[in-house]
């Protein structure tokens, strides 16, 4: 929408006095819709917009156009999982049985809710091949904290409180250290190998070098390039011989749904992004859903409160002395558990394996037919997901030349066709990283599409590389200039303080 009155902001569009509505005078006697105490009463009128209702219907319709989705288009963000959400899972969350319960009502008079959250668990555990879920924690970073305030209980409560360090791989994804350093623990990289892999014996190195002081390895598999860590038992014996726990980041578990399972290689804790693997809205920061589960011998550490089903069958919410303290507000968020429940219970366990498969070959098609334009830094086949590093030199990549056509460039140009951009300048492991992640629930029309697109537009950097430098150039808000933005910020803070 290219109408600048129609991006107006709606403080903009506001006229002093008008209302969508208004109510007649109240003639009843002694009633007030309010009765809120003189103290606690605005002394000033509140500065909200003033419109009449079609201004504000425009508005907003207006701007939700301008708004990008999965249902809008193809958003193939590398990493994020950015899959299709049937709508029947939204129509089940958005039940009255669901949004009308109150978080503190009795466990007697929820026992269907909490039957949902256990079985929830229960699939979790045996989708992965650990013994026991909670759903409580909030997101797939929040779910990372969990797992290592888990692993840190476990050691403590050994007395064993020297393992401090976690290791983790150059490609892993910057929620991994983040949350370590958060759990007060200090992060090891580890390298990787020109394939792209866990390279073993710089763990080895590291491993010698932290001796005793190890608490966990964290790892994504397959890794954040698309990559399968096929040395996996290897290194899970490694760690454990030097008393570390082997973390499991879940944000990838797409690829691997159905067909192996972390428990299975020699994971002790993980976390699974419910809103990326199992089918939920998200971007824009939530709400999400990051469940950890453990392997068997660690499940008092989890936190507080858990749902725990009684011989009788009913089920109870149970705080345990031992556990860690509870992490998030009540059970987690409940409505995207319902969501993921859907979605578990929709493929059943026939199809789940199903998804991912396709996730896989999806990615591959994708890179076999692009492969000729952009670099491919790690060839071969990937998982769910893979990295080219820039255009090919022959349309105008190059690495060394300053005005050589970049990842940016690409992504900018991409919107213009109406396709959400890839993943960009992650993992670190290239300099012009672009991370595509098209999922399962694409067509193979819209994957052609996309195609078609990304090879125009290597064709369109050969004939004229002004034209991707200065892109986009049919969205709403075109290039934004870096450089003024941080200028005006830090101009717009220096008035705040
Ligand atoms: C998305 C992601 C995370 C973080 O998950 P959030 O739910 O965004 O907090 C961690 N690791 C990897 C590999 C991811 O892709």
Known sequence: MNNTYYSKLIFELS?????????????????CLCQLPEALSRQQEADLPECDELTVVRHYTNSSNNNFGVDTGFYPLGSCTMKYNPKLNEELAALPAFTGTHPLQPAETVQGLLALYDD????????????????????G????????????????????????????????????????????????????????????????????ACEGRVAAMMMTNPNTLGI???????IAALVHEAGGLMYYDGANLNAILGVCRPGDMGF?????????????????????????????????????????????????????DEALGSVSAFLGNYGIVVRA??????????????????????????KEQLKAYYKLPI??????????????????????????????????????????????????????????????????????????????????????RQLLKTAPHHTPVRRLDDVLAVKAAQFAFKDLT
């Open 15 to 31: 006229q002093p006095g008008r209302t969508g509505y208004s109510l007649p005078k109240n003639d009843v006697e002694g009633y």
């Open 120 to 139: 929830v668990q229960r699939i979790l555990s045996e989708v992965t091949g650990l013994s026991r879920f909670t759903l409580n924690p909030f997101a």
């Open 141 to 208: 970073a929040h779910g990372e904290l969990t797992g290592l305030m888990t692993i840190r209980a476990y050691h403590e409560r050994r007395g064993d409180v020297l393992r401090t360090k976690v290791l983790v791989p150059d490609s892993a994804h910057g929620t991994n250290p983040a949350s370590a350093a958060v759990c007060g623990l200090e992060v090891v990289e580890v390298k990787s190998l020109a394939d792209g892999t866990v390279d073993v014996d710089d763990l080895k190195e590291k491993l010698k």
């Open 228 to 234: 399968f860590e096929r040395r996996i038992p290897e």
């Open 268 to 320: 002790d804790v993980m976390h699974i992004n419910l809103h990326k693997t199992f089918s939920t809205p998200h971007g824009g920061g939530g709400p999400g859903s990051g469940p950890i589960g453990v392997r068997r011998g660690l499940e008092q550490y989890l936190p507080n409160p858990q749902v725990v089903q009684q011989a009788d069958g009913t089920y109870t919410i149970q705080s345990d």
């Open 341 to 366: 429940y859907a979605y578990l219970l929709s493929l059943g366990r026939e199809n789940i394996a199903m998804a991912g498969k396709l996730a896989v070959l999806n990615a591959n098609y994708i």
């Open 379 to 464: 060839d071969g086949l990937c998982k769910h997901e893979f990295v080219f590093d820039g255009m090919r030199e022959e349309y105008g990549g190059d690495h060394h030349d300053e005005d050589a056509v970049k990842t940016l460039d690409v992504a900018k140009r991409l919107l213009d066709y109406g396709f959400h951009a890839p993943t960009i300048y992650f993992p670190l492991l290239f300099h012009e990283a672009l991370m595509i992640e098209p999922t399962e629930t694409e067509s193979k029309e819209t994957l052609d599409g996309f195609i078609e697109v990304m090879k125009k537009i290597a064709e369109e950097a050969k004939a004229d």
